[in-house]
């Protein structure tokens, strides 16, 4: 509510202040009065990572499709048999050769 310079007996503050009583900071709404801040969606960080392939002598290969997109942990983590079955065959042609 605005303060009004005169008192004028129409004005619901003026008639409050006339009688004692105040309103206060917090009663008065505000455009961010009451308003949470959303918080920012934050993805579960295993789902984030991509996936690799651990071999030996500690080297990391990162899991591709057939398109040359990078697999991500989570799309791994559900196709995780077909993926264990490509390695298998790659691994069982690589050692018919």
Do not use: N
């Amino acid at each position: 509510m605005a303060i009004c310079e005169v008192f004028d007996p129409d004005c619901y503050a003026c008639r409050l202040r006339a009688k004692g009583l105040q309103f206060d900071a917090t009663v008065v709404p505000k455009r961010r009065h009451g308003v949470r801040k959303a918080r920012p969606i934050v993805q579960p960080s295993w789902e984030a990572g991509l996936a690799l392939d651990r071999r030996e002598g500690g080297v990391e290969m990162p899991i591709m499709r057939e398109t040359g997109r990078m697999v991500h942990v989570k799309e791994a983590a559900e196709k995780r048999h077909q993926i264990k079955d490509t390695f298998a065959r790659a691994a069982s042609a690589s050692t018919q050769e």
